[in-house]
């Protein structure tokens, strides 16, 4: 039998909280939701939306939300198109120019080296930081479907300022995590920013210099 309730103690970098059917008073039951289970509006879930949703009982007998709608639903789509969704319009690039951005980075890094411009080990070194990046996105995505212990934003960024961030936009565009969040894209965006005047000041200043052949 559907129900209508609110979200609460919604804990959006884990990807889940409670929702409490409207008849209820304090104290009373309440179920578990996953993001997972709520159909997309055009926006993230937050604490306080009226919902409309199933329950079932897992292999533990707990009660679970499923099949769970935003009772404003179509609303929200409205207002997501008129506005853009999060992290779309300001933050978010398009995907092609994501996938230039990351020809471009590998093509750079990979002609500079090629033409003496700095040693082997710059590409080597943006490659393995690229490919431990990648993989912490994709282990901190499997843990928030899970529902596991989620990799602190704060650890993506400082390996993506470290030089992984092409692996974090190729997970970005390839795992579709973290892309539509506008304040970790905005974050994002920065890391690579400084990442590269980095790299630009230790070329100008010599520091990258290739040694003689």
Partial sequence: MACIGRIEQWDDARGFGFVRPLESQGGSARAFVHVRAIARAGRRPADGDLVRYETERDAQGRL???????????????SARAHGRPGTA???????????ALIAVTALLAGGWLLGEWPGLVPLWYAALSLLAFLAYARDKRAAGLGRRRTPER???LIDLAGGWPGGLL??????????????????????ALNLAGFAWLLHSGGLAAPPR
Avoid: D, I
């Avoid at 300001?90 to 230039?100: I, N, S, V």
């Fill in 171 to 192: 997970a970005q565009q390839v795992l579709r995590h973290k892309s539509s969040k506008t304040a970790y894209q905005a974050v994002f965006w920065t890391t690579v």
């Fill in 90 to 100: 300001r933050t978010r690039l398009p995907a092609g120019l994501r996938r230039l």
């Fill in 155 to 157: 650890s993506l960024h």
């Fill in 64 to 78: 679970n939300a499923v099949g769970v709608r935003f009772v404003a639903e179509r609303a929200m789509r409205r």
